[in-house]
């Protein structure tokens, strides 16, 4: 029952070739072979997959470091940028404060 499950966890292409057995001596050592070849591919596979699961680990490690590093740079250009902004606020705000020479602007149509 554990081999049939274990087998059904493989992926299909690592699994041999059934072999072609034609007497009851055969059949039974085939089995045995079958069974150990199962395992033998069950191993291949679980290690393939460890590789790839520390590939994909190491692969996010990297992408954790870029995107801190991204966002301390957004966190250093939104300083600079309020910083800049405030000052160009203020600039602004200036001319803005002095009445308009034409108050009447609305109402010309």
């Known amino acids: 029952m554990a081999l049939q499950e274990m ?3 493989l992926p ?6 059934t072999p072609d057995a034609k007497s009851p001596e055969s059949n039974a050592q085939n089995s045995n072979n079958s ?18 699961v520390c590939e994909r ?5 990297q992408k954790d470091q870029e995107m801190d590093a991204l966002r301390k ?3 250093a250009l939104k300083r600079s940028s309020s910083e800049g902004s405030v ?8 001319p803005k ?6 108050p009447n602007t609305e109402n010309e149509t």
Do not use: F, T
């Not at 299909?12 to 070739?17: D, E, F, T, V, Y």
């Not at 404060?97 to 034409?102: F, M, N, R, Y």
């Open 87 to 94: 000052s160009q606020v203020e600039a602004a705000s200036q």
């Open 12 to 17: 299909s292409p690592q699994l041999g070739a």
């Open 35 to 52: 069974k150990a070849a199962k395992v033998e591919s069950a191993i291949e596979y679980i290690k393939q997959l460890k590789q790839e």
């Open 73 to 75: 740079e957004l966190a």
């Open 57 to 61: 680990d190491n692969l996010l490690s």
């Open 7 to 9: 087998q059904a966890l």
């Open 97 to 102: 404060a002095e009445p308009s020479s034409s």
